[in-house]
């Protein structure tokens, strides 16, 4: 990126200005790393759905009854390997990975970290807004509010809590309790907030 700018006459920079209709990677040397990831999205999602349809009529977990108690342990193993369970639980982690991975691929392409090309970002960055279960989403508008998430520097661990703290002693006093019981309060209440600014705040200049 930096060569690019210092040195305009790079081979990413010609390929945009030459053939700007022509998808540029940023890194010609690791870029495909991302079409891996969209592959990988792609694949598990579309087996975990397939596994799940076809494993929801599968076996049901059922014990039966006629065993003797000293053995109802493996009666309890040996019925939950049988059912269809297992292979659910491997169809929903598979489609859900997959789905996670394209909401990251996402924030690259918010980023521009997968093309040079804007419009090559943008096409990714719909088809894996998809992937990640979210069709209905518009892409520039999600691009937007997390720019703003930067630009504002709504971050977590840089927010002090104590003047907000302060002003709701009931609240303070609640979030006390819960610290000394191991609940982290403050990091809740801290990561919801970081989750909500962008949200309620993006048109603010």
Same mark, same amino acid.
């Given at each position: 990126?930096?060569?690019?700018i210092i040195n305009p006459s790079s081979s990413a920079t010609k390929n945009r200005i030459l053939h700007p209709w022509l998808p540029t990677l940023?890194?010609?040397?690791?870029?495909?790393?991302?079409?891996?990831?969209? !592959?990988?999205?792609?694949?598990? +999602? =579309? !087996? &975990?759905?397939? @596994?799940?349809?076809?494993? $929801?009529? &599968?076996?049901?977990?059922?014990?039966?009854?006629?065993?003797?108690?000293?053995?109802?342990? &493996?009666?309890?193993?040996?019925?939950? !390997?049988?059912?269809?369970?297992? #292979? @659910?639980?491997?169809?929903?982690? =598979?489609? /859900?990975?997959?789905?996670? +991975?394209?909401?990251?691929? +996402?924030?690259?392409?918010?980023?521009?970290?997968?093309? +040079?090309?804007?419009?090559?970002?943008?096409?990714?960055?719909? =088809?894996? @807004?998809? !992937? $990640?279960?979210?069709?209905?989403?518009?892409?520039?508008?999600?691009?937007?509010?997390?720019?703003?998430?930067? #630009?504002?520097?709504?971050?977590?661990?840089?927010?002090?809590?104590?003047?907000?703290?302060? #002003?709701y002693p009931l609240l303070q006093t609640l979030v006390l309790w819960m610290e000394c019981a191991f609940i982290p309060a403050v990091d809740t209440?801290?990561? =919801? #907030?970081?989750?909500?600014?962008?949200?309620?705040?993006?048109?603010? /200049?």
């Open positions: 990126m930096c060569q690019q940023r890194d010609k040397k690791h870029g495909w790393y991302h079409f891996a990831a969209v !592959l990988y999205s792609l694949s598990t +999602v =579309l !087996l &975990g759905f397939m @596994l799940m349809i076809r494993e $929801s009529e &599968g076996e049901a977990f059922v014990v039966d009854n006629n065993n003797n108690d000293n053995n109802i342990d &493996g009666a309890l193993l040996s019925s939950f !390997l049988s059912s269809s369970i297992p #292979k @659910l639980m491997v169809a929903i982690f =598979l489609a /859900a990975h997959g789905r996670i +991975v394209a909401s990251y691929l +996402v924030h690259e392409c918010a980023h521009s970290s997968v093309f +040079v090309n804007p419009w090559a970002n943008e096409w990714l960055g719909i =088809l894996c @807004l998809w !992937l $990640s279960g979210s069709p209905y989403v518009d892409y520039r508008h999600i691009k937007k509010i997390h720019w703003h998430h930067h #630009k504002d520097r709504a971050d977590p661990y840089e927010w002090d809590f104590h003047p907000f703290l302060e #002003k209440i801290a990561h =919801l #907030k970081t989750a909500m600014y962008p949200i309620m705040f993006y048109d603010e /200049a």
